[in-house]
């Protein structure tokens, strides 16, 4: 089987090329409330540069008195409107499923810079995840705090002179007699719905016809789809409308640089395309018992044999997941600094002891994005106070779409997460045993004993492949 040409990897050619990028708007072969299907067109090299977009309606007589402030939740904004996302071919091969890719999305929205956070994302996706510091003409009680960046407006559209209410820009709301007069669209790119577009490019002139399937997620309830202001009653749900595939395709202009691709696929059985991917467990685990101090328990990963490369977590309380006012049903909660994760791998504990500060956390799931630093606050990030107590530096007397920021920030993106890959880049080669989990949380007597359920997902990132064959037909490895 032949080495991928170097126009299909992500990496500087040996010499420039002449070519041209078509982009095609394409509509739906399929569309409803649930599921969205789009056919990939036959032209050239597929570029990651792609995008779904669509806009989201929120009926104003479903939301009642504050329907003008309805939007995305803070963290990852319109992602939390994709459950789901699979791209297949037309003999039925799945080539990247991603699953919970709302929920994955906690850990990897934080990971996108600072600046990209404040200037891009709001309008791109309309998450709000960035802060600022108070300033001397915010109020006196909130001075050395941090605060979600916005716009100084409280929850009703009325400006704030003195800080104390900070809201969205009204260009991302959702509608409503003070929202924009035209809902906007909302993209997702094909990247982060398949990350092996950030380091491959699949030459689709030549192989079977590829589909994009998006499954929505379904708005029940406060926090799956939208977050409300403070005193706002749902009464009704959201939906998708006018979904498109904004497709890049690339065609180059020397004829021999597509005839030479034809030819590895032709006489070398086939083209590789190495990849990775992500299996998620998710466990429901049930408080520790009355009285106690300490909760800690293991559980089975899967992915035997596997190469792994990293591994993340989110937990959210509650045995199906409750939602945060301004999060949503997509956070990490840890209210103690002692949430700890340890990992058996081919039977060795990955740390001798499971005794991780949140700064050693921190640093841990920093590693995995070697190119940016998370931006969480200290505080926000994890808080070392009380069950119930505040002293934190998130602002107190400070709301943020109507809603007090500080019980809804504090410790609420505790992302946890390990790199297993070494210092030459290589993958972690795991045995027969599956992966175990060892969990423990502990809190002392002043912060009381613990007596929340939490659902948690865990996302295993391995290495596996497929393979264009000389027939056009995809193969694919359930590992590599």
Same mark, same amino acid.
């Given at each position: 089987?032949?080495?991928?040409?170097?126009?299909?990897?992500?990496?500087?050619?040996?010499?420039?090329?002449?070519?041209?990028?078509?982009?095609?708007?394409?509509?739906?072969?399929?569309?409803?409330?649930?599921?969205?299907?789009?056919?990939?067109?036959?032209?050239?090299?597929?570029?990651?540069?792609?995008?779904?977009?669509?806009?989201?309606?929120?009926?104003?007589?479903?939301?009642?008195?504050?329907?003008?402030?309805?939007?995305?939740?803070?963290?990852?904004?319109?992602?939390?409107?994709?459950?789901?996302? &699979?791209?297949?071919?037309?003999?039925?091969?799945?080539?990247?499923?991603?699953?919970?890719?709302?929920?994955?999305?906690?850990?990897?929205?934080?990971?996108?810079?600072?600046?990209?956070?404040?200037?891009?994302?709001?309008?791109?996706?309309?998450?709000?995840?960035?802060?600022?510091?108070?300033?001397?003409?915010?109020?006196?009680?909130?001075?050395?705090?941090?605060?979600?960046?916005?716009?100084?407006?409280?929850?009703?559209?009325?400006?704030?002179? &003195?800080?104390?209410?900070?809201?969205?820009?009204?260009?991302?709301?959702?509608?409503?007699?003070?929202?924009?007069?035209?809902?906007?669209?909302?993209?997702?790119?094909?990247?982060?719905?398949?990350?092996?577009?950030?380091?491959?490019?699949?030459?689709?002139?030549?192989?079977?016809?590829?589909?994009?399937?998006?499954?929505?997620?379904?708005?029940?309830?406060?926090?799956?789809?939208?977050?409300?202001?403070?005193?706002?009653?749902?009464?009704?749900?959201?939906?998708?409308?006018?979904?498109?595939?904004?497709?890049?395709?690339?065609?180059?202009?020397?004829?021999?640089?597509?005839?030479?691709?034809?030819?590895?696929?032709?006489?070398?059985?086939?083209?590789?395309?190495?990849?990775?991917?992500?299996?998620?467990?998710?466990?429901?685990?049930?408080?520790?018992?009355?009285?106690?101090?300490?909760?800690?328990?293991?559980?089975?990963?899967?992915?035997?044999?596997?190469?792994?490369?990293?591994?993340?977590?989110?937990?959210?309380?509650?045995?199906?997941?409750?939602?945060?006012?301004?999060?949503?049903?997509?956070?990490?909660?840890?209210?103690?600094?002692?949430?700890?994760?340890?990992?058996?791998?081919?039977? &060795?504990?990955?740390?001798?002891?499971?005794?991780?500060?949140?700064?050693?956390?921190?640093?841990?799931?920093?590693?995995?994005?070697?190119?940016?630093?998370?931006?969480?606050?200290?505080?926000?990030?994890?808080?070392?106070?009380?069950?119930?107590?505040?002293?934190?530096?998130?602002?107190?007397?400070?709301?943020?779409?109507?809603?007090?920021?500080?019980?809804?920030?504090?410790?609420?993106?505790?992302?946890?997460?390990?790199?297993?890959?070494?210092?030459?880049?290589?993958?972690?080669?795991?045995?027969?045993?599956?992966?175990?989990?060892?969990?423990?949380?502990?809190?002392?007597?002043?912060?009381?004993?613990? &007596?929340?359920?939490?659902?948690?997902?865990?996302?295993?990132?391995?290495?596996?492949?497929?393979?264009?064959?000389?027939?056009?037909?995809?193969?694919?490895?359930?590992?590599?």
């Amino acid at each position: 089987m032949s080495e991928l040409p170097e126009v299909l990897k992500f990496q500087d050619l040996s010499r420039g090329y002449d070519a041209v990028m078509y982009s095609n708007k394409i509509e739906p072969v399929s569309s409803s409330a649930a599921t969205t299907r789009f056919e990939i067109p036959r032209q050239g090299i597929l570029s990651s540069n792609g995008m779904i977009q669509f806009k989201y309606n929120v009926p104003d007589s479903a939301l009642g008195g504050n329907q003008d402030f309805a939007q995305f939740p803070v963290g990852v904004g319109v992602r939390a409107v994709c459950r789901r996302a &699979t791209l297949s071919t037309q003999s039925g091969r799945i080539l990247q499923d991603s699953r919970f890719f709302n929920k994955k999305s906690v850990v990897e929205t934080s990971f996108r810079g600072a600046e990209y956070l404040r200037y891009i994302a709001p309008y791109l996706d309309g998450s709000n995840f960035y802060f600022d510091y108070t300033t001397p003409l915010e109020p006196a009680t909130v001075q050395g705090n941090v605060r979600l960046g916005g716009v100084p407006m409280s929850s009703a559209g009325v400006p704030s002179a &003195t800080g104390a209410a900070w809201s969205a820009p009204t260009i991302i709301r959702l509608g409503g007699d003070n929202g924009v007069a035209t809902s906007q669209t909302w993209r997702l790119t094909l990247a982060e719905l398949f990350p092996m577009l950030y380091n491959i490019q699949i030459p689709v002139n030549i192989a079977e016809i590829l589909y994009i399937d998006l499954y929505w997620e379904p708005d029940t309830a406060i926090g799956d789809c939208l977050i409300l202001p403070d005193g706002t009653t749902r009464t009704g749900a959201g939906n998708i409308s006018e979904p498109q595939l904004i497709c890049d395709n690339l065609v180059y202009n020397d004829p021999n640089v597509m005839a030479a691709i034809e030819d590895k696929q032709l006489n070398g059985g086939g083209l590789v395309f190495p990849f990775e991917d992500t299996n998620t467990q998710v466990i429901s685990a049930v408080n520790a018992l009355a009285g106690s101090l300490t909760e800690e328990y293991d559980r089975m990963l899967g992915c035997n044999e596997y190469k792994l490369t990293c591994i993340k977590n989110v937990e959210l309380t509650g045995l199906a997941g409750d939602s945060n006012s301004l999060l949503g049903k997509y956070y990490s909660q840890s209210q103690q600094k002692t949430r700890q994760l340890n990992f058996v791998l081919n039977d &060795t504990n990955l740390y001798p002891t499971n005794d991780a500060t949140n700064p050693i956390n921190y640093e841990r799931i920093s590693e995995i994005y070697d190119h940016v630093e998370p931006a969480i606050p200290r505080n926000v990030y994890g808080s070392t106070s009380l069950v119930t107590g505040s002293a934190i530096p998130v602002s107190p007397d400070q709301t943020w779409n109507g809603l007090s920021q500080q019980p809804l920030l504090n410790a609420n993106m505790n992302v946890m997460g390990v790199n297993l890959k070494d210092s030459s880049n290589h993958f972690f080669q795991n045995g027969n045993a599956p992966v175990r989990l060892v969990y423990r949380k502990t809190a002392t007597a002043a912060q009381g004993t613990w &007596t929340e359920n939490s659902l948690q997902y865990y996302f295993l990132n391995y290495l596996r492949e497929f393979q264009l064959m000389p027939s056009g037909k995809f193969v694919v490895s359930a590992f590599a």
